[in-house]
């Protein structure tokens, strides 16, 4: 049985290959897809098939598909505007190919938030059901990466910058939703379910100033901006455009509880807690 990772070469891409090794997956059985293999060259030398598969080249995905018999649509990240598009050919080209089961990593409630980047997932959502293909989603929440990725500049200035007011998000660590779709890959039972996937322990963007700052010693406040001067900052932060607008956007969804989840869908598939946000702060201070 060959299980199939599309973006490899990304972040959670990556991850997911390495789960899937550590769950005693035969090296020959993972195919790793992106559109530039280099950079998972160590992967090909440890034994796993890679392959280059472009979303938006529909010849290339029916290349990289030949012979899976699972497959995990991580979704495409930006232009936003075209990721619906590059998402349809990635089922077209499975259903295709044959695989039996595809799992794509929606966000959480996409069926019911009113967010941008929702919006796309959603529509994802209802063509892998209207091709009736085999699926299981992934409805993953925020990363804590997004939020410890800000430090250095959180510490710079002394306050971490939103738009969210008191929303609480279920963020969870790339790590825990990697070894989460390692599990349904490799387990039985997942056919056709909707997992909404967070962290046991939701927090406000003012408790995450407040955890960084009893872990660094530093008084760091949280800054609640309107949406378009939040936006501001984000461009002035070095954002495109396009994602600035989408970050900004996905805030005020936050504040209107739309990254929340109390499911425990996400500890039950991997079967332990998940990291805390104390911990993960913790370690990128490291």
Known sequence: MSILVTGATGQLGRLVVESLLDAGTPANDIIATGRDITGIKDLADRGVVTRRADFADADSLTAAFEGADKLLLISASIPVDERFANHRRVIDAAMAAGVSLVAYTSMVQADTATTILAATHRVTEEYLH??????????????????????????????????????????????????????????????????????????????????????????????????DKFREALIGAGLPTAMADAVADTDLGLGRGELFTDSGDLSRLIGRPTMRLSEAVADALR
Not at 178 to 194: I, K, P, S
Request: net charge negative.
């Open 130 to 227: 209207e091709r009736g293909i085999p699926s299981v989603v992934l409805r993953n929440g925020w990363y804590l990466e997004n939020y410890t990725a800000q430090l250095p500049m959180v510490l710079q200035h002394g306050t971490v910058v939103g738009a969210a007011g008191r929303g609480r998000v279920s963020a969870a660590a790339r790590a825990d939703y990697a070894e989460a779709a390692a599990v349904v890959l490799t387990t039985e039972g997942h056919t056709n379910a909707v997992y909404e996937l967070g962290g046991d322990e939701a927090f406000t963007l003012a408790e995450l100033a407040a955890t960084v700052s009893t872990a660094t010693g530093k008084p760091i406040t949280y800054t609640d901006l309107p949406v």
